[in-house]
C-alpha cells in the first residue's frame, strides 16, 4: 500500500504507461524489449523519488516490484534460449535494425517527463556506444541521460524533466535531445509545458 504522499494522477499514469508497454512487448513475444520497458520504468520512479514526488518506501516497493518482474523475464528468456531456438521475431530484431537512431518521444510536448526510445544498430562504425544528452535552448547540457556501450536492439530511456544529479525540475520551455552512435548524430525537439 502506498504511503501518504500519494503519486499525482499524471504521474500515476505515466508509471501504467511504462508497464503497459512492458505487458504489450511480453505479448509479442519480445523479452529484451519488456525488460528495457521495465528499466524505463525503475528510471523513472527513481526519478520521482529524487525529484520528491514519491517516498522513498513508495519507490521501494515499485522498484522491488520491478526487479521481480525483470528477473522472471531474465529467467523466462533464459529458458526459451536453452530449451528451443528463438522465435523469428526475436532472432530477426536486431538484424532488421539497419541504422542507429532516435525512435519514438513521448509524450511530446509534456507536463512531467518524457520516454526516448531508440535503436542501435550492428554497426562498425558506432560500435555501440551510444550517447543521449538533453540540452536547453541555449545549448546549456541540461542531463547526460546515456553513455554507455550497448548491443543490438530497441532501448528506452526516460527523463523526469529535471537537471541532472538531483538539481531540481528544470523550467517549462523548449529542450533538445541529442543522440551520438559513432558517426550517427539526430537532434529532436521536445516542449515540456508544465
Known amino acids: 500500500m502506498m504511503g501518504r504522499k500519494a503519486i499525482q494522477n499524471s504521474l500515476g ?9 512492458a505487458i504489450a512487448n511480453i505479448d509479442k513475444g519480445k523479452t529484451k524489449t519488456a525488460i528495457n520497458s521495465m528499466n524505463a520504468f525503475i528510471g523513472k520512479v527513481t526519478d520521482l523519488k529524487s525529484g520528491g514526488k514519491v517516498t522513498a518506501a513508495d519507490a521501494k516497493v515499485l522498484i522491488d516490484a520491478a526487479n521481480a518482474i525483470i528477473a ?6 533464459s529458458d526459451l534460449a536453452e530449451s528451443s531456438p528463438v522465435d523469428g521475431e526475436q532472432t530477426n530484431l536486431s538484424d532488421s535494425i539497419t541504422e542507429s537512431k532516435l525512435g519514438i518521444i513521448y509524450p511530446n510536448p509534456t507536463t512531467e517527463g518524457i520516454t526516448i526510445n531508440y535503436e542501435v544498430a550492428t554497426d562498425e562504425l558506432n560500435g555501440g556506444m551510444i550517447s543521449i544528452q538533453v540540452y536547453d535552448l541555449s545549448g546549456r547540457l541540461i542531463s547526460n541521460l546515456v553513455n554507455r556501450n550497448h548491443e543490438p536492439g530497441c532501448y528506452s530511456v526516460s527523463w523526469g524533466g529535471s537537471y541532472e544529479n538531483g538539481g531540481g525540475p ?3 520551455g523548449i529542450y533538445y535531445i541529442r543522440f551520438t552512435a559513432g558517426s550517427v548524430k ?6 515540456l509545458v508544465r
Open 13 to 21: 499514469n505515466m508509471l501504467i504507461i511504462k508497464l503497459n508497454d
Open 72 to 77: 522472471k523475464l531474465q529467467s523466462t528468456k
Open 170 to 172: 528544470v523550467p517549462r
Open 186 to 191: 539526430e537532434v529532436k525537439q521536445i516542449m
